[in-house]
């Protein structure tokens, strides 16, 4: 059962475009979200997170946008430049502050093309 | 440097061969944890740790051991590796509880 979705295995984009990478969660105890970045060979970084009681998180070039009642999130990268091609897995946990684990979704392998 | 560093980065064995995947982090974090990368399913935990000596189960536990006798250690060992247990394996820590990992390089186990 796969409580965190990534329903689009890829996605490509233009240099200097937005980037909308989805993610949905069917777990609503999930209460804290985030997303993390893997370039091939290295492991997953962590990019950005959002807290259930937000519904929006900016850091520079990246936004994550929450949608409690849809049970959906996502991640805009304005603009969008040939080093955010990797590969994004949304992650969830819940009970922030004594939570165990993290659930990944399957993951969204962006390519920005010049 | 602040990492997570994982030991060995690629793998190949015959089924039933004992093997240890090492894990250290040189981070002081409390919490540290192992998953495994496939196709199609993302990453899955296998086990976490919380502390020294507290270590638990996660999603896909079978066929997997570790241990937690030092802070900055957690080794994930595979008594009798099995051809499903191929994948792509990380290690991850973190200060407290597993939102904001660090993950290692990856260790890529092949069980033929």
């Known amino acids: 059962d796969q409580q965190v979705k990534q329903n689009s295995p890829s996605l490509s984009v233009q240099e200097g475009r937005i980037s909308i990478l989805n993610c949905d969660y069917t777990?609503?105890?999930?209460?804290?979200f985030l997303w993390y970045k893997k370039y091939p060979a290295e492991g997953p970084t962590f990019l950005i997170s959002?807290?259930?009681?937000?519904d929006k998180n900016e850091d520079g070039r990246f936004t994550v946008f929450l949608n409690k009642s849809a049970k959906h999130l996502s991640l805009h990268i304005v603009p969008s430049q040939p080093g955010d091609s990797a590969v994004y897995f949304c992650?969830?946990?819940?009970?922030?502050?004594?939570?165990?684990?993290?659930?990944f979704g399957t993951g969204t392998r962006l390519q920005v093309t010049l | 440097e602040a990492q997570v560093t994982q030991n060995p980065r690629y793998l190949i064995t015959v089924t039933g061969k004992k093997l240890t995947v090492t894990c250290s982090q040189n981070?002081?974090?409390?919490?540290m944890s192992w998953y495994r990368q496939d196709p199609g399913l993302g990453l899955r935990q296998i086990y976490y740790?919380?502390?020294?000596?507290?270590?638990d189960k996660g999603d896909v536990p079978e066929g997997y051991k570790v241990s937690r006798k030092e802070k900055r250690n957690f080794p994930l060992i595979l008594e009798s590796p099995s051809p499903n247990q191929t994948s792509l394996y990380f290690c991850?820590?973190?200060?407290?509880?597993?939102?904001?990992?660090?993950f290692g390089s990856g260790t890529q186990l092949s069980v033929l």
């Open positions: 991850a820590s973190s200060r407290q509880g597993p939102e904001k990992l660090f």
């Open positions: 777990n609503s105890m999930f209460d804290y």
């Open positions: 959002i807290s259930s009681i937000k």
């Open positions: 992650a969830a946990s819940r009970n922030t502050g004594t939570a165990s684990k993290l659930t």
């Open positions: 981070m002081n974090h409390e919490y």
């Open positions: 740790s919380m502390n020294v000596e507290v270590t």
